[in-house]
């Protein structure tokens, strides 16, 4: 039984590719389709405001555009790798 989540997802990545192995972004692409998670390449998170409860992240391919602004319930953060 697939249980669908009443949360809004968004999954940012630095890569132009939501993963590095085609095998497994192509699996993942699914994956993201299938339970409406928006997935926003070439975002980098610059700044969090914990006290605000908001991310901010900058477009790689885009610096001088205007910083995009989320606001988060849970934030999950990994270093660059």
């Not at 590719?17 to 192509?26: D, E, H, L, T």
């Not at 699996?27 to 901010?56: F, G, H, M």
């Amino acid at each position: 039984m697939n249980k669908r989540h009443n949360a809004k997802i968004e999954y940012h990545t630095t890569l132009p590719a939501i993963f590095g192995v085609q095998k497994y972004a192509s699996a993942l692409w699914k994956v993201a389709q299938d339970r409406d998670i928006d997935v926003a390449l070439r975002s980098n998170l610059v700044q969090v405001r914990p006290n605000e409860r908001k991310a901010v992240f900058e477009d790689l391919d885009n610096p001088e555009k205007e910083r995009r602004v989320v606001e988060y319930e849970m934030l999950h953060v990994t270093p660059p790798m």
